[in-house]
C-alpha cells in the first residue's frame, strides 16, 4: 500500500494507488509511539473483482432494540434483587443510583430502625443481667445459710438447728457411747445413716470439740467422708457389725502408678493383703501408710485398727482438724482436700454432709 507523503502521526491518510482498482481506502495512520500497521492485501477472486472481505468496513447501521419489560433476577445468596431486560446482559446501578432508589443495605430505613432499636436494648439487656446476677447471689446465700444442699459443691456444710450434738449421761468405753440414744435414732430415721456407723461419727466429733474445741469438727462431715468411701462400710455388700467392725474387708484398688498414685506396700500386707502395693482399707478408706502415723483406738478396746469404725472416724477427725480450723469455708475445704487431694471428691462430700444437715 501506498502512504501519501506528508501525514503526520494520529491523521488520516489516503492511498493514491489502490491495488485492487475502485474506491480509494481510508486508513488511520498510526497513533503516536507505535510502529506504521503493514496491510496485506488478500487475492482477487476469479473474476478479477475484489473481494467482499476486503471492501472498506462499513458502520454496521444501528439497530434499536425492541422495549422490553425489565424482568426481576434474584441473587439468592445475598437476597438482594437486580432488572434485567430479557436477552440482554443485567447492568448494575451505580452507587449514587440505588442511594436515589433507597435500596442501599447500609441506609434501608428498615435497617436504621433496626439499629436504632438493637442499640437501645443493650444496656436495658446488661442492666437486666446485673439485677438477675445479684438476685442469684442473694438467694444462693441465703440457701446455703439455710443447709440447702442445692448450693453445696463451693461450700463448707453449714449447721443448722438440729444438727448439735447431745451427749448421753452413762461412762461406757468407747466414743460410740458419748452420744444420746434419742438422737441417734430420730437422726438416722431422718438421714438414713445406719445407727452404728452414726455413733461413730458423732463421737469422734465429741471426742475432737474436747481435743481440739477450735476445729469446728462437725459429725456431718465424716458422715459424708463415710458415704463417699464406703457407703458408711455398705460397699460390695458388707454389713457393718454391732462393735463397729464389717463382716468382710473393705479395700480400695492397688495404689500401682497405673490408675492412681503409685505407693508401695508399707506394711507387709498387714491391713491391705497386698505385699506388692498399698491399698485404702476400712469404711474410711486409709492407707497403711497413712494408718501407721494417725491410728487411733477409737472404741478403747487397746487395738487401732482401720477396718473398725470408731478407731476409723475418731482418727480421720484428728487428721482433719491438723489442717486447721474447719469454721470457715476455705479452712474446710483445705481439711478435705488435704484428705482426698481432689477438688470434686471435696465438692461431693459437701453435698453428701449438706444433704444430711438439710434432712433434719
Not at 478435705?336 to 477438688?343: A, G, L, Q
Request: glycine letters at 10%.
Amino acid at each position: 500500500m501506498h502512504i501519501r507523503d506528508g501525514c503526520g502521526w494520529g491523521t488520516l491518510c489516503l492511498t493514491a494507488n489502490p491495488p485492487y482498482g475502485g474506491d480509494t481506502v481510508a486508513t488511520p495512520s498510526p497513533r503516536r509511539g507505535t510502529p506504521p500497521r503493514t496491510v496485506t492485501p488478500a487475492p482477487s477472486s476469479a473474476s478479477g473483482s475484489r473481494p467482499a472481505q476486503n471492501r472498506p468496513p462499513q458502520k454496521p447501521a444501528a439497530q434499536k432494540r425492541p422495549a422490553h419489560k425489565p424482568t426481576v433476577a434474584k441473587n439468592s445468596a445475598s437476597g438482594t434483587t437486580r432488572a434485567r431486560a430479557s436477552g440482554a446482559t443485567p447492568q448494575r446501578r451505580s452507587r449514587s443510583e440505588r442511594v436515589r432508589s433507597g435500596h442501599t443495605r447500609s441506609e434501608h430505613p428498615r435497617a436504621r430502625r433496626i439499629g436504632a432499636i438493637a442499640a437501645a436494648l443493650i444496656p436495658i439487656v446488661g442492666i437486666v443481667g446485673v439485677i438477675v446476677w445479684i438476685g442469684y447471689a442473694i438467694a444462693n446465700e441465703s440457701t446455703v445459710r439455710s443447709g440447702d444442699v442445692s448450693a453445696a459443691p463451693n461450700s463448707a456444710p453449714i449447721e443448722v438447728p438440729g444438727t448439735e450434738l447431745p451427749r448421753s449421761r452413762t461412762d461406757d468405753t468407747g466414743i460410740a457411747t458419748s452420744v444420746d440414744a434419742d438422737w441417734l435414732d430420730r437422726v438416722s430415721s431422718a438421714t438414713g445413716i445406719p445407727t452404728r456407723a452414726l455413733a461413730a461419727y458423732g463421737g469422734a466429733a465429741l471426742a475432737l470439740a474436747d481435743e481440739q474445741p477450735e476445729c469446728r469438727l462437725g459429725w456431718t462431715t465424716l458422715a459424708g467422708i463415710g458415704a463417699v468411701e464406703s457407703g458408711h462400710g455398705s460397699y460390695r455388700g458388707a454389713v457393718l457389725q454391732a462393735d463397729g467392725t464389717i463382716d468382710s474387708d473393705i479395700r480400695g484398688p492397688a495404689l500401682d502408678g497405673v490408675d492412681f498414685a503409685s505407693i508401695p506396700d508399707s506394711d507387709d500386707g498387714k491391713w491391705d493383703g497386698d505385699t506388692e502395693w498399698d491399698r485404702a482399707v476400712g469404711p474410711l478408706q486409709f492407707i497403711p501408710a497413712t494408718w501407721e502415723t494417725w491410728g487411733a483406738d477409737g472404741n478403747g478396746d487397746g487395738v487401732t485398727d482401720p477396718n473398725q469404725i470408731d478407731d476409723a472416724a475418731l482418727a480421720a477427725g484428728r487428721y482433719l482438724c491438723h489442717s486447721g480450723a474447719m469454721s470457715t469455708a476455705d479452712g474446710w475445704r483445705a481439711a478435705i482436700f488435704s484428705y482426698n487431694h481432689d477438688n470434686a471428691y471435696v465438692d461431693l462430700v459437701a453435698r453428701t454432709a449438706n444433704t444430711y444437715s438439710a434432712s433434719l
